[in-house]
């Protein structure tokens, strides 16, 4: 079901269809949409949200319409996905209907209790969220927590997925900003020798509070978004469900809920057939979610190259893939917006 699924997606997406056969791999799941934290570059600064958690009906749901599809769910959005007591009983549901997960998180309640617990489940891919090697970067980007605290916990966590040889992913990343922009190399430096971390990635910031003037070019539209054929959707606590995680932040409507119509509807919702033809019609940038979208766009042969494979492989090339379309042989397969074309190194991966 889930190659013939992805067929169906390539077919759509490299035809140009605007009408949809098929439904995304991969959905961003808002489980809660409570946080700990203030972030200024988080769009929760903008996007005032609930202390609210995803209801059972509404997570069900979801999972049982796109289980037969779906590859992977990412178990974030603009909570902090450890204050969802029942984070742990969604990863096993996700799991029993063959459904890989995925979280990030802040770190400031992975103490040795929640460790335990999270490694005792099949989570497929955990992102530890640590933005600076100082105690002065981390703290101005991550308001309220302690910079000592986390990167304890974070160690910890790594070393105990070390130590019972689990198989997740821990990756270790920092979004590479003002205040930070010169610790990329002692950061890489101290995770990359942290037993159970598999990964260190210096990522983009793609929002748009701390970047307000960054744009893609015109000439970046002659490939339509991936977004509008393969996914991710992302799917906020309420049930509401957006084309993609940014045009939930950027201020974009909801193109259907969950809870009020089925997942192949809402895929070809009238809103959601009309951004593919803009898209298709190289006008991606009339569409203003678009327009002010900070996501680097994939050439379609990554777009296919993603739908070939299931998207546990997909996971685990795309570091490889990452540094090769902005730094090697394959620059120009990844269309940044104009300011990160500007910097020599806006994101890094680092493969231990």
Same mark, same amino acid.
């Given at each position: 079901?889930?190659?013939?699924?992805?067929?169906?997606?390539?077919?759509?997406?490299?035809?140009?269809?605007?009408?949809?056969?098929?439904?995304?791999?991969?959905?961003?799941?808002?489980?809660?949409? %409570?946080?700990?934290?203030?972030?200024?570059?988080?769009?929760?600064?903008?996007?005032?949200?609930?202390?609210?958690?995803?209801?059972?009906?509404? !997570?069900?749901?979801?999972?049982?319409?796109?289980?037969?599809?779906?590859?992977?769910?990412?178990?974030?959005?603009?909570?902090?996905?450890?204050?969802?007591?029942?984070?742990?009983?969604?990863?096993?549901?996700?799991?029993?209907?063959?459904?890989?997960?995925?979280?990030?998180?802040?770190?400031?309640?992975?103490?040795?209790?929640?460790?335990?617990?999270?490694?005792?489940?099949?989570?497929?891919?955990?992102?530890?969220? !640590?933005?600076?090697?100082?105690?002065?970067?981390?703290?101005?980007?991550?308001?309220?927590?302690?910079?000592? %605290?986390?990167?304890?916990?974070?160690?910890? !966590?790594?070393?105990?997925?070390?130590?019972?040889?689990?198989?997740?992913?821990?990756?270790?990343?920092?979004?590479?900003?003002?205040?930070?922009?010169?610790?990329?190399?002692?950061?890489?430096?101290?995770?990359?020798?942290?037993?159970?971390?598999?990964?260190?990635?210096?990522?983009?910031?793609?929002?748009?509070?701390?970047?307000?003037?960054?744009?893609?070019?015109?000439?970046?539209?002659?490939?339509?978004?991936?977004?509008?054929?393969?996914?991710?959707?992302?799917?906020?606590?309420?049930?509401?469900?957006?084309?993609?995680?940014?045009?939930?932040?950027?201020?974009?409507?909801?193109?259907?809920?969950?809870?009020?119509?089925?997942?192949?509807?809402?895929?070809?919702?009238?809103?959601?057939?009309?951004?593919?033809?803009?898209?298709?019609?190289? %006008?991606?940038?009339?569409?203003?979610?678009?327009?002010?979208?900070?996501?680097?766009?994939?050439?379609?042969?990554?777009?296919?190259?993603?739908?070939?494979?299931?998207?546990?492989?997909?996971?685990?090339?795309?570091?490889?893939?990452?540094?090769?379309?902005?730094?090697?042989?394959?620059?120009?397969?990844?269309?940044?917006?104009?300011?990160?074309?500007?910097?020599?190194?806006?994101?890094?991966?680092?493969? %231990?």
């Amino acid at each position: 079901m889930r190659l013939w699924n992805r067929a169906k997606l390539l077919a759509a997406y490299l035809g140009r269809q605007t009408r949809v056969n098929a439904l995304p791999v991969e959905y961003i799941v808002e489980t809660t949409a %409570k946080c700990n934290l203030y972030c200024p570059m988080c769009p929760r600064e903008t996007h005032k949200q609930p202390k609210e958690d995803m209801s059972d009906s509404v !997570f069900e749901r979801l999972v049982a319409e796109a289980g037969e599809s779906a590859e992977h769910m990412m178990l974030i959005g603009l909570g902090e996905p450890m204050l969802d007591p029942k984070i742990y009983e969604r990863i096993e549901f996700c799991d029993r209907h063959r459904v890989f997960t995925l979280l990030s998180t802040n770190g400031t309640l992975l103490d040795a209790a929640a460790t335990e617990r999270l490694l005792d489940t099949n989570l497929e891919h955990i992102t530890l969220s !640590f933005d600076g090697s100082t105690k002065e970067s981390f703290e101005y980007y991550r308001k309220g927590a302690k910079f000592e %605290k986390v990167r304890d916990n974070f160690v910890h !966590f790594a070393k105990r997925k070390q130590e019972r040889s689990s198989k997740m992913q821990v990756v270790a990343q920092m979004v590479r900003m003002e205040r930070n922009w010169d610790e990329v190399e002692e950061f890489t430096r101290f995770w990359k020798a942290v037993p159970g971390i598999d990964e260190v990635r210096i990522k983009a910031d793609e929002t748009d509070l701390m970047r307000p003037d960054a744009a893609h070019a015109p000439q970046d539209w002659q490939h339509p978004c991936h977004y509008l054929w393969r996914g991710a959707m992302y799917v906020k606590h309420n049930g509401d469900i957006y084309p993609c995680c940014q045009s939930y932040n950027l201020g974009g409507q909801p193109v259907g809920n969950i809870g009020e119509s089925g997942l192949p509807e809402i895929f070809n919702s009238a809103e959601m057939v009309r951004m593919r033809v803009a898209h298709v019609a190289g %006008k991606a940038g009339e569409i203003p979610v678009c327009a002010t979208c900070r996501t680097a766009i994939p050439h379609p042969l990554l777009v296919a190259g993603s739908l070939v494979f299931h998207g546990r492989t997909v996971r685990k090339l795309l570091p490889l893939v990452e540094r090769l379309a902005y730094f090697g042989r394959w620059s120009g397969l990844l269309r940044p917006v104009d300011d990160q074309r500007k910097a020599k190194q806006e994101l890094v991966q680092i493969k %231990k």
